[in-house]
């Protein structure tokens, strides 16, 4: 079963508006980790914003915000402003229990996030 | 700069050749994973180094082989591969949770090597 879903294969956006990039996750832990990844075309994956299971505010990193909804598994990752720069695959991936390693970390399928000049 | 490097980036090999993927972080991290990523699929993690214990993902194929001569330095070891096995090969790090380092555990990523095999 998907432990991820990324429902947007694709998105636009015009430049300086705000897009939300949609997750829902699947799991059975009370202990677990959100997280936002960007991938540029350049292949790199960057870390954007992490939201724990126990945190009871929203993420926020700069123009990117998560939108935590805990009773409805989602953590829909929110920019603002959108900026050209912008234009990459979006990656939510989550991190199952406490003190694991990575044997627990899935990646959703993506979106691929484009930004309209 | 990324603190996790691969090499090389780009590999084009036959079915016979026998080639290897490099990885190194200069983060200080104490675990370092291979992941695989096809057209069209999810990130696939392939194989887990933490503290020299190595966590396999049983559905690896045994033509992938991964060592891990400490704890700054991955390597995948390739060998009769298949066309299928195309794909970028991301290598990641990160700092085990509760120790110093990672906020979060987060997991950081080099470039990727882009393998095509014919």
């Known amino acids: 079963a998907q432990k991820i879903t990324q429902t947007q294969p694709g998105m636009f956006v015009q430049e300086k508006e705000a897009v939300t990039l949609d997750c829902t996750y699947d799991?059975?832990?009370?202990?677990?980790?959100l997280f936002w990844y960007k991938q540029p075309s350049s292949g790199e994956m960057i870390f954007l914003i992490y939201q724990g299971s126990y945190d009871e505010q929203n993420a926020t990193e700069g123009r990117y915000s998560l939108n935590f909804q805990k009773a409805r598994k989602s953590a829909n990752l929110v920019i603002s402003a959108s900026q050209l720069g912008d234009s990459a695959m979006y990656f939510c991936?989550?991190?199952?229990?406490?003190?694991?390693?990575?044997?627990?970390?899935?990646f959703g399928p993506g979106t691929r996030l484009s930004v309209l000049p | 700069e990324t603190g996790v490097t691969q090499t090389p980036r780009h590999l084009v090999m036959g079915m016979t050749n026998k080639k290897s993927l490099k990885c190194e972080q200069h983060l200080g991290h104490n675990a370092m994973y291979w992941y695989k990523q096809s057209a069209k699929k999810p990130l696939e993690l392939m194989f887990v180094y933490s503290l020299e214990e190595r966590v396999e993902n049983n559905s690896v194929p045994s033509r992938f082989s991964p060592e891990c001569p400490n704890s700054s330095h991955l390597f995948l070891h390739l060998h009769t591969l298949q066309p299928e096995d195309s794909a970028l090969y991301l290598c990641a790090s990160s700092q085990i949770k509760g120790t110093s380092g990672g906020a979060y555990n987060e997991q950081f990523f080099g470039p990727g090597t882009r393998l095509t095999v014919l």
């Open positions: 991936a989550m991190r199952e229990g406490s003190g694991n390693y990575g044997q627990n970390f899935v």
């Open positions: 799991t059975s832990d009370q202990s677990y980790g």
